[in-house]
T-cell receptor
Framework: ELKVEQNPLFLSMQEEKNYTIYCNYS?????LYWYRQDPGKSLESLFVLLSNGAVKQEGRLMASLDTKARLSTLHITAAVHDLSATYFCAVELNYGGATNKLIFGTGTLLAVQP | NAGVTQTPKFQVLKTGQSMTLQCAQDMNHNSMYWYRQDPGMGLRLIYY???????DKGEVPNGYNVSRLNKREFSLRLESAAPSQTSVYFC????????????????FGDGTRLSIL
């Protein structure tokens, strides 16, 4: 059974500081997705990581994937208040073939304080 | 530019009542998904449909049924609602083709907030 763990679950950051959210998963997969959710809203796709060593950057966010370590990171550089949201990683189930089913982590609630 | 549309947005039911949540996408996507979101548990896959005419169970299918009515529409039915099914339900769609890895993210609707008393 694929388990996806994120840590921390809650992160209170000061503006202009850097921090990293970690996403660990328990079985083989080489497809990982990051989403953002604002309170009471839908999920918005941030990054699609398709292979080992993949790195994607958008503004102050950078995501990477290490399939050997079964680890993805979401790095936040110089946080600003607009980044306050809940961030989810999601891993695609891979049992010898594509299933296109995603297993989500529990989410990291990010609160950026002035 | 609607994307994924879910109806209704809010609903309150009594235990034992039945209800169907509707989902439609206008992106010509092959695959559609139903998730529930509960506090502290992320999103959990209930059912998914890889293509028109096919459906498959996800992590938490008990108490639910689905219908892929056509390529656009994928409905979720609660036959006899229970308080444990109080949740926010999200529908999603993607370009994914059965048997091939998806290189595109899933696109989500705005959710249906369902309370069962």
């Amino acid at each position: 059974e694929l388990k996806v763990e994120q840590n921390p679950l809650f992160l209170s950051m000061q503006e202009e500081k850097n921090y990293t959210i970690y996403c660990n998963y328990s079985t083989t997969s080489d497809r990982l997705y990051w989403y953002r959710q604002d309170p009471g809203k839908s999920l918005e796709s941030l990054f699609v990581l398709l292979s080992n060593g993949a790195v994607k950057q958008e503004g102050r966010l950078m995501a990477s994937l290490d399939t050997k370590a079964r680890l993805s990171t979401l790095h936040i550089t110089a946080a600003v208040h607009d980044l306050s949201a809940t961030y989810f990683c999601a891993v695609e189930l891979n049992y010898g073939g594509a299933t296109n089913k995603l297993i989500f982590g529990t989410g990291t609630l990010l609160a950026v304080q002035p | 530019n609607a994307g994924v549309t879910q109806t209704p947005k809010f609903q309150v039911l009594k235990t034992g009542q039945s209800m169907t949540l509707q989902c439609a996408q206008d992106m010509n996507h092959n695959s559609m998904y139903w998730y529930r979101q509960d506090p502290g548990m992320g999103l959990r896959l209930i059912y998914y449909s890889a293509s028109e005419g096919t459906t498959d169970k996800g992590e938490v299918p008990n108490g639910y049924n689905v219908s892929r009515l056509n390529k656009r529409e994928f409905s979720l039915r609660l036959e006899s609602a229970a308080p444990s099914q109080t949740s926010v339900y999200f529908c999603a769609s993607s370009e994914a083709t059965p048997g091939l890895y998806s290189n595109q993210p899933q696109h989500f609707g705005d959710g249906t907030r369902l309370s069962i008393l």
